[in-house]
């Protein structure tokens, strides 16, 4: 994914979930051996947010394989350390996918998968 389509990408989910309730805490947190592209808390949820933008939705489900959910958790738990005020909060992993149609520019599906692993 290019770096202004990722951009991109993260800027309409953090919308999405900012319109769905979500307050942002942080995004493009590096931490641990991973990157979390969005840090939302939803009421007393924390959710990681993973952001994918591809032309199938299958290659977005396929891209978060065992060794990027061990990158995830390792950020998260990085993220969760520099910022113990939210450690008593329940933790989930979410995958938000973006698939453009045919032909478009813009991000037309958004689809919020919430707790894709433990």
């Known amino acids: ?6 951009r991109k990408a993260e800027q309409a989910a953090a919308r999405y979930l900012q319109r769905h309730g979500y307050d942002i805490l942080d995004r493009n947190a590096r931490g641990g051996r991973g990157e979390l592209d969005i840090v939302a808390r939803d009421a007393d949820i924390l959710a990681f947010v993973e952001v994918k933008a591809h ?21 998260a738990l990085a993220w969760l350390a520099k910022h113990p ?9 979410d995958l938000i996918i973006l698939t453009p149609r045919q032909g478009l520019v813009c991000w037309p599906k958004l689809e919020h998968l919430k707790d894709i692993f433990r």
């Open 1 to 6: 994914m290019s770096t202004e389509k990722g």
């Open 55 to 75: 032309k199938h939705r299958d290659s977005s489900l396929e891209a978060v394989h065992r060794d990027k959910c061990e990158r995830l958790r390792s950020a």
């Open 85 to 93: 005020q939210y450690a008593t909060l329940q933790c989930r992993f």
